[in-house]
């Protein structure tokens, strides 16, 4: 889509050099047009695809375009409103983000309150927690019981995760310093990309972590309609 808004905006430039005459001034007044109607198309693209920076530059192009070409005010009324419509896609989106986020974190809270460190670490009982989970939402990937020196106590999920110790971890390290952390994108032992959300609890001198991994191709399906 670049590249046809590069090849259009190109042929009014040609056209604009050329202009002089009657008919060259058509032919630039035509590219100008044509041009318009790929940028159109590609923000309406970015719109139907949840690009909504990707929309918000096409518009600031436009609006910078009608401005050099003077091209009316019905071409800058239509780009400062997908300028508005743009912005307001991103704050959606990020609101939407941060609710997600919000929400899972809260049902780590309320799982590590009401059920506690033994409940939790006893055998069997993680898996039924991750089972219920799963049932009502299925956007984690595994769920862990970690102590205040890095170590799993309890782990259900997909990987062979029981002996690696998380202590020098960056993630381990944050949570230490706070009572929640939700990391960025990383590779970790498991070498996949994904994220987590860390809840840290009191335990006498000490503390333990409910860990929970979330799912990417959940959170893309989840970002893509937004």
Same mark, same amino acid.
């Given at each position: ?47 139907? =695809?949840?690009?909504? *920076? ?6 600031? !192009?436009?609006?910078? #375009?009608?401005? %050099?070409?003077? +091209? ?26 941060? =609710?997600?986020?919000? *929400? ?6 309320? !799982?590590?309150?009401? #059920?506690?460190? %033994?409940?939790? +670490? ?38 062979? !995760? ?5 202590? %020098? ?58």
């Amino acid at each position: 889509m670049r590249r046809a808004i590069e090849a259009s905006h190109a042929e009014v430039e040609r056209s604009r050099a050329a202009a002089g005459s009657s008919r060259t001034d058509r032919e630039y007044d035509d590219a100008i047009r044509t041009r318009n109607s790929v940028m159109r198309v590609a923000v309406w693209l970015c719109f139907r =695809q949840g690009r909504n *920076e990707e929309a918000e530059g096409f518009a600031r !192009l436009g609006l910078r #375009l009608a401005a %050099e070409e003077r +091209t009316g005010g019905v071409t800058v009324g239509y780009w400062h409103g997908k300028l508005a419509q743009a912005l307001l896609g991103e704050r959606r989106f990020e609101e939407a983000i941060d =609710q997600f986020l919000e *929400e899972r974190t809260m049902d780590l809270k309320l !799982l590590s309150a009401n #059920l506690g460190f %033994e409940q939790l +670490t006893a055998p069997g009982a993680l898996e039924k927690v991750f089972q219920s989970l799963q049932s009502e939402l299925g956007c984690f990937t595994d769920l862990s019981i970690i102590d205040d020196e890095g170590r799993h106590l309890a782990y259900v999920g997909p990987y062979d !995760l029981m002996a690696r110790n998380y202590k %020098e971890a960056p993630w381990f390290k944050a949570v230490k310093e706070r009572k929640v952390y939700v990391s960025d994108v990383f590779m970790g032992f498991r070498e996949q990309p994904h994220f987590v959300i860390a809840v840290k609890n009191s335990l006498g001198d000490g503390f333990w972590i409910m860990r929970a991994t979330v799912d990417t191709a959940y959170f893309d399906r989840m970002v893509a309609e937004v």
